[in-house]
Structures are given as structure tokens and as C-alpha cells.
């Protein structure tokens, strides 16, 4: 069975802090790698992908991928309370059928 | 929402009995998805399709089965609903690729 493992959390940082959140992975075939964020009662939106070893930046948001050590992040800076919301790492089987998602990390911004 | 429309977002029916949840979508998307979520197990493939009347299995396939007859339409069928089958379920169509999921709004369901 493939997974992706994230720690749940809570995750709390103060407003204007980096938070950082964590994935790993165990289909060491997988090539497609997404972070989603969800609020309380609402679907998950899709805010980062990365395909290639290295960092990807979008505005805020810092996706970091190692396929070696099979570990994907994703960094928000200046973290607002906006920001509080569940994380959900995602990565692509090596089948190409279809997305495995982690548990998610809750984040928390306080102000 | 990108052109997706889950349908009913909420729904509470007895165990025992059928129920038919429906994923539309109006952007001509090949590849569907159907996920359900729950606390302490995240998001869990049902069903997937990948164009009509082409359709796979998931992870947690026992119990549900799916239809598509048309492009826009991926209906999700629960054949005797159970008190297990009480989940949030997400209807998510991919492009540009088959992996990139956009998520409907979801569909409550409570099995009692």
C-alpha cells in the first residue's frame, strides 16, 4: 500500500512566522506532487505543485521537493491567520491512476 | 468551483437503502474522480474514470459503484447504504492532466 505520512498537528505560529510543513512518501516512482489547503467544512483547494527536485516559489508559498530522500514541503512565510487551515500533501501513484493524499497537518496562525 | 456542481450537499437516508450521489461538471474534463473523506483517514479514492463508460476501482470500492454515460455526469452509487458509508464525498474532475484534482463543494452523507 502507498502512503503519505505528514504529522497532524496542530502546527501553531504566530503571525508573520514561517511555517513549515512536512510530507514523506513511499512510492519512490511517483513524479507529481501537490499541496492542497482546506478550511473547516469547505473542499480542498489546490495551492502548489512541483515536479522536479528543488524549491518552486508562488508568491507566499515555497514548495520544496527531494525524491531521493522522498520528502516534499511546503514553506509559508509571513503566515497569517488567513493561513489557518488543514494541509494536505498529495503525490501521484507510479500507476498514474490517481492521487494518494496524506492525513493532513493542521496549521494555526495566531495574531 | 471550475464548472463542478456535487448534488445533494447534504443527504441523510437509512441503512439499507440506495443512494445516488451526482458529480457535473460542464468543462469537457476526461478524467473523475470520486474521494471520500473522514477524520483520522484523509481522503480515500472510491472510483475514478477516465472517459465514458470507462470506470477502475479505488482503494475503498466495497459497497459503491459509479456510472458515466455521458462526459459531464459521474454518478456515485451507495447499493445498500451502512452506518461505515457516512463520510464527506468529493466529486473532483483532473486536467490538464490526470493528476491534478479539483474538488467539488461535497456531499454530506449520514447513514443512520
Known amino acids: 500500500q502507498k502512503e503519505v505520512e505528514q504529522n497532524s498537528g496542530p502546527l501553531s505560529v504566530p503571525e508573520g512566522a514561517i511555517a513549515s510543513l512536512n510530507c514523506t512518501y513511499s512510492d519512490r516512482g511517483s513524479q507529481s506532487f501537490f499541496w492542497y489547503r482546506q478550511y473547516s467544512g469547505k473542499s480542498p483547494e489546490l495551492i502548489m505543485s512541483i515536479y522536479s527536485n528543488g524549491d518552486k516559489e508562488d508568491g507566499r508559498f515555497t514548495a520544496q521537493l527531494n525524491k531521493a530522500s522522498q520528502y516534499v514541503s511546503l514553506l509559508i512565510r509571513d503566515s497569517q491567520p488567513s493561513d489557518s487551515a488543514t494541509y494536505l500533501c498529495a503525490v501521484s501513484s507510479q500507476a498514474g491512476t490517481a492521487l494518494i493524499f496524506g492525513k493532513g497537518t493542521t496549521l494555526s496562525v495566531s495574531s | 468551483d471550475a464548472g463542478i456542481t456535487q448534488s445533494p450537499r447534504h443527504k441523510v437516508t437509512e441503512t439499507g437503502t440506495p443512494v445516488t450521489l451526482r458529480c457535473h461538471q460542464t468543462e469537457n474534463h476526461r478524467y473523475m474522480y470520486w474521494y471520500r473523506q473522514d477524520p483520522g483517514h484523509g481522503l480515500r479514492l472510491i472510483h475514478y474514470s477516465y472517459g465514458v463508460k470507462d470506470t477502475d476501482k479505488g482503494e475503498v470500492s466495497d459497497g459503491y459503484s459509479v456510472s458515466r454515460s455521458k462526459t459531464e455526469d459521474f454518478?456515485?452509487?451507495?447499493?445498500?447504504?451502512?452506518?461505515?458509508?457516512?463520510?464527506?464525498?468529493?466529486c473532483a474532475p483532473a486536467f490538464p492532466?490526470?493528476?491534478?484534482?479539483?474538488?467539488?463543494?461535497?456531499?454530506?452523507?449520514?447513514?443512520l
Open chain 2, 75 to 90: 454518478l456515485l452509487t451507495l447499493e445498500s447504504a451502512t452506518s461505515s458509508q457516512t463520510s464527506v464525498y468529493f
Open chain 2, 97 to 111: 492532466t490526470n493528476e491534478k484534482l479539483f474538488f467539488g463543494s461535497g456531499t454530506q452523507l449520514s447513514v
